[in-house]
């Protein structure tokens, strides 16, 4: 009698080990555009313009977009006619994106595999919160970027009206990793997003971190009531 093949489950910890986080993406690669799209009601598009638009990329800039997965934001990122590579640690994020034709190169954000003032801009889209040294990851995306550089970090963050912020955080620890069963190939990595939100720092926590990495003029802008924010910094010269 045949058994039923049982599909893998895997999450990381909230201390985030980077082979933990790294195997958990590899694990959710195939399906985590779709899966994205899903859960975010399809905001995930607005969120990825709005990052582009938050960047004011110019034709013929170098562009870092870390934390790229397989590439859909690089893709939305070239459309300024900048010159874009697709940075991330998960090799399986990557395989799943080639068929994109976007540069693509493996690395840690830890320590990232480029020379000093490579790019005119950086930018890490729900990506900054799986680090395992976030403010570290910050001082080398400072490192990275040429003088007057700018930086955008895209990532969820805390509703600003209390009873909108109640039922969010309702969503996110009950429907979330429910609607994720239905789509994903590992929905446990789902547990984890929502467990890493509302363990991150607001907007305001943040802000400061990154200044405190070296960043100047630190501002940020609410995406979705606060869902998502856009915070964004220069490197001075």
């Known amino acids: ?18 082979h933990e986080v790294a195997s958990m993406f590899d694990g959710v690669a195939k399906r985590y555009d779709l899966t994205n799209t899903v ?27 870390l934390a790229a997965g ?21 090799q399986g994020m990557l395989a799943a994106g080639r068929h994109r034709n976007v540069p693509m190169v493996a690395g ?10 490579s790019f005119d801009a950086v930018t890490i889209s729900y990506g900054l919160r ?18 007057g550089g700018r930086l955008v970090v895209a990532e969820f963050s805390t509703p600003t009206l209390a009873p909108f912020r109640t039922v969010y955080m309702e969503y996110l620890m009950k429907a979330l990793p429910a609607a994720a069963r239905a789509v994903s190939s590992n929905p446990d990595a789902y547990v984890y997003l929502a467990e890493s939100i509302r363990a991150w720092p607001n ?23 606060g869902i998502v924010a856009l915070h964004r910094g220069y490197k001075l010269g």
């Open 70 to 90: 397989t590439g859909v934001s690089t893709l939305e990122l070239a459309k300024s006619g900048a010159w874009v590579v697709a940075t991330d640690f998960s």
């Open 130 to 147: 799986n680090v395992g040294d976030p403010d570290l990851g910050l001082r080398e995306m400072l490192r990275v970027a040429k003088p």
């Open 39 to 65: 859960i975010s009601a399809g905001q995930d598009r607005y969120w990825r313009w709005a990052t582009r638009q938050a960047l004011a990329l110019r034709p013929g800039e170098r562009v870092l977009d």
């Open 108 to 117: 840690d954000a830890t320590r990232l595999p480029f020379a000093d003032e």
């Open 1 to 18: 009698m045949a058994k039923t093949k049982r599909r893998e489950s895997f999450r990381a910890s909230l201390d985030k080990q980077p």
């Open 203 to 225: 907007q305001p926590q943040l802000a400061l971190r990154i200044a405190d990495a070296g960043w100047s003029a630190v501002k940020w802008r609410n995406l979705t009531g």
